[in-house]
T-cell receptor
Framework: GENVEQHPSTLSVQEGDSAVIKCTYSDSASNYFPWYKQELGKGPQLIIDIRSNVGEKKDQRIAVTLNKTAKHFSLHITETQPEDSAVYFC????????FGAGTRLTVKP | DGGITQSPKYLFRKEGQNVTLSCEQNLNHDAMYWYRQDPGQGLRLIYYSQIVNDFQKGDIAEGYSVSREKKESFPLTVTSAQKNPTAFYLCASETGMNTEAFFGQGTRLTVV
């Protein structure tokens, strides 16, 4: 089955700086790659997603890039704010949906 | 309002007892998932179902069972065979067509 690896496990940035989280996946048939944000004690919520026929997607301060050849995708958050502090998960979907281990992002004011 | 609902939010179980976690969705989604999340850990797939009356094991199915008799419902039973059941359990649903998965608010199960 699919195996998704995510790095780093923790990330601390200063408010206004950029944050980058990287994921790799193993199943070349995976074709949908969402990113989720989870706040304490709640279920994850989708923040952005990308499909395999697209290399990059942007939504305001958030962007995702996908390299299908290398089987990796990344989340980029620019101009970080304290409310961006949360745990972020990447996922890859083929027949089922597998998640990375998560990145705890802390944005220091 | 459409959504996915897990109940209860908190659940306590004595060792040796089976317990069932509820997951209901009114989004008309075909696919439903159960994940387990341990403190500081990622989401590990327990079971998933792409369609009514069909489900598949995920990575950590041992000690768990599910049913999918109705499209809206995907209950998870944690059996006494699950050696370390204390965890946060998340249910999710999606259309099955590579679209957004919606998560419930989770059930925190504690074995006492």
């Amino acid at each position: 089955g699919e195996n998704v690896e995510q790095h780093p496990s923790t990330l601390s940035v200063q408010e206004g700086d950029s944050a980058v989280i990287k994921c790799t996946y193993s199943d070349s048939a995976s074709n949908y790659f969402p990113w989720y944000k989870q706040e304490l004690g709640k279920g994850p919520q989708l923040i952005i997603d990308i499909r395999s026929n697209v290399g990059e997607k942007k939504d305001q301060r958030i962007a995702v890039t996908l390299n299908k050849t290398a089987k990796h995708f990344s989340l980029h958050i620019t101009e970080t704010q304290p409310e961006d502090s949360a745990v972020y998960f990447c996922a890859a979907r083929n027949n089922d949906m597998r998640f990375g281990a998560g990145t705890r992002l802390t944005v220091k004011p | 309002d459409g959504g996915i609902t897990q109940s209860p939010k908190y659940l306590f179980r004595k060792e040796g007892q089976n317990v069932t976690l509820s997951c209901e969705q009114n989004l008309n989604h075909d696919a439903m998932y159960w994940y387990r999340q341990d403190p500081g850990q990622g989401l590990r797939l327990i079971y998933y179902s792409q369609i009514v009356n069909d489900f598949q094991k995920g990575d950590i199915a041992e000690g768990y069972s599910v049913s999918r008799e109705k499209k809206e419902s995907f209950p998870l039973t944690v059996t006494s065979a699950q050696k370390n059941p204390t965890a946060f359990y998340l249910c999710a649903s999606e259309t099955g067509m590579n679209t957004e998965a919606f998560f419930g608010q989770g059930t925190r199960l504690t074995v006492v």
